[in-house]
């Protein structure tokens, strides 16, 4: 029997988001049913909530960063017991049988993962996220939170963490790279502090020096303001890596020109419009332009206990739900330091 539960949802494009009911699956036999203690608000959930990114689906629930408790597993379900500590990232399902899922790389699931909202399911229910009271999953598609993270500071680290982790990783940030985060948002404050941590030389590279003081706090070295043309001068050649975590177009050819021989320009947010450039800004150079996605649940995992053993989670304002419209406005304006969270207790009642 499904059960209703407390949402916060989009009713339609671009409209503010309600207090509404939604329908959960019941606990399957490889299902957990966790109670939502905390639900961070990422960009890409204004994007889609306001049909920035093509045809969407309403009413919309958003949310895929999630962390919560496990309140009730099914007979089959081994990995978590009722009260473990858990979360939920961007996707809920996988094929489970492609070459990519196979590698542990579900996000690059070739039948198409299936989103955590915003998206239908293999039987072709749809998808709601968390902005609930809580949420039914596969147990393979959730992550044990460590001890060593409280919830609320972990809830962002489904979405932001993972997507600046993965990269960092796979392109191996660490001693002796020199690497660029571009903007310091939801996102870049996550790459500055996991590529600190991994040990890298750590370059902020913001529109303005506004966040400079936050920035060498969170661990960069370096903290540089592009509107300042001078910037791309001093800079050239420099970096191993770029990563690029705005959600607007960029100069694409100035970026590039900061990489040395080499060097690879990754990319991470999701503008609205197509970006061009020109290719001898690569061919001068061998340089690479690349895209990243997430992380599988293996990688997720991993980098959850990278961040508990460095002793840090995002950096939070906490909201309860009713302020939900008002963080999506301070969001597209970048008026937060650097993740809102809300509080699903305020939905409660």
């Given at each position: 029997?499904?059960?209703?539960?407390?949402?916060?949802?989009?009713?339609?494009?671009?409209?503010?988001?309600?207090?509404?009911t939604?329908?959960?699956?019941?606990?399957?036999?490889?299902?957990?049913?966790?109670?939502?203690?905390?639900?961070?608000?990422?960009?890409?959930d204004?994007?889609?909530?306001?049909?920035?990114?093509?045809?969407?689906?309403?009413?919309?629930?958003?949310?895929?960063?999630?962390?919560?408790?496990?309140?009730?597993?099914?007979?089959?379900?081994?990995?978590?017991a009722v009260?473990?500590?858990v979360?939920?990232?961007?996707?809920?399902?996988?094929?489970?049988?492609?070459?990519?899922?196979?590698?542990?790389?579900?996000?690059?699931?070739?039948?198409?993962?299936?989103?955590?909202?915003?998206?239908?399911?293999?039987?072709?229910?749809?998808?709601?996220?968390?902005?609930?009271?809580?949420?039914?999953?596969?147990?393979?598609?959730?992550?044990?939170?460590?001890?060593?993270?409280?919830?609320?500071?972990?809830?962002?680290l489904?979405?932001?963490?993972?997507?600046?982790?993965?990269?960092?990783?796979?392109?191996?940030?660490?001693p002796?790279?020199?690497?660029?985060?571009?903007?310091?948002?939801?996102?870049?404050?996550?790459?500055?502090?996991?590529?600190?941590?991994?040990?890298?030389?750590?370059?902020?590279?913001?529109?303005?020096?506004?966040?400079?003081?936050?920035?060498?706090?969170?661990?960069?070295?370096?903290?540089?303001?592009?509107?300042?043309?001078?910037?791309?001068?001093?800079?050239?050649?420099?970096?191993?890596?770029?990563?690029?975590?705005?959600?607007?177009?960029?100069?694409?050819?100035?970026?590039?020109?900061?990489?040395?021989?080499?060097?690879?320009?990754?990319?991470?947010?999701?503008?609205?419009?197509?970006?061009?450039f020109?290719?001898?800004?690569?061919?001068?150079?061998?340089?690479?332009?690349?895209?990243?996605?997430?992380?599988?649940?293996?990688?997720?995992?991993?980098?959850?206990?990278?961040?508990?053993?460095?002793?840090?989670?995002?950096?939070?304002?906490?909201?309860?739900?009713?302020q939900?419209?008002?963080?999506?406005?301070?969001?597209?304006?970048?008026?937060?330091?650097?993740?809102?969270?809300?509080?699903?207790?305020?939905?409660?009642?």
């Amino acid at each position: 029997m499904t059960t209703s539960v407390t949402a916060y949802a989009a009713p339609a494009p671009k409209a503010p988001l309600e207090r509404t009911t939604i329908e959960r699956r019941p606990v399957g036999e490889h299902d957990i049913l966790i109670e939502i203690a905390y639900a961070g608000i990422c960009h890409s959930d204004i994007h889609q909530a306001r049909e920035e990114w093509g045809s969407a689906l309403f009413p919309m629930v958003p949310g895929h960063e999630i962390a919560g408790i496990v309140t009730e597993v099914g007979s089959g379900v081994t990995k978590y017991a009722v009260g473990d500590r858990v979360g939920v990232g961007c996707f809920v399902d996988s094929c489970r049988e492609c070459e990519n899922c196979l590698a542990g790389d579900e996000q690059y699931c070739l039948k198409g993962e299936v989103p955590t909202y915003n998206g239908k399911a293999y039987d072709g229910s749809l998808t709601y996220g968390g902005y609930s009271t809580h949420i039914v999953v596969d147990e393979n598609y959730a992550v044990r939170i460590p001890d060593g993270l409280s919830l609320d500071v972990a809830a962002p680290l489904l979405c932001a963490g993972i997507t600046l982790y993965s990269p960092l990783d796979h392109w191996n940030a660490g001693p002796g790279k020199k690497v660029a985060i571009v903007g310091l948002g939801g996102l870049g404050h996550m790459g500055v502090k996991i590529a600190h941590a991994m040990g890298a030389e750590v370059t902020v590279l913001s529109q303005s020096l506004r966040k400079k003081d936050d920035g060498l706090r969170l661990g960069a070295d370096h903290f540089y303001a592009t509107s300042d043309e001078s910037t791309f001068a001093e800079l050239a050649g420099t970096f191993d890596l770029i990563i690029n975590t705005v959600s607007a177009n960029i100069p694409l050819d100035a970026y590039l020109s900061l990489l040395k021989r080499e060097g690879t320009m990754v990319h991470v947010g999701g503008p609205e419009f197509p970006s061009s450039f020109n290719q001898f800004s690569l061919i001068m150079g061998r340089k690479s332009m690349a895209g990243s996605k997430i992380g599988g649940i293996r990688q997720t995992q991993e980098m959850l206990d990278f961040c508990a053993g460095h002793g840090f989670g995002a950096e939070i304002e906490v909201i309860t739900a009713d302020q939900i419209n008002e963080a999506y406005e301070r969001v597209v304006s970048s008026d937060v330091r650097y993740r809102f969270v809300i509080d699903i207790a305020s939905l409660k009642g």
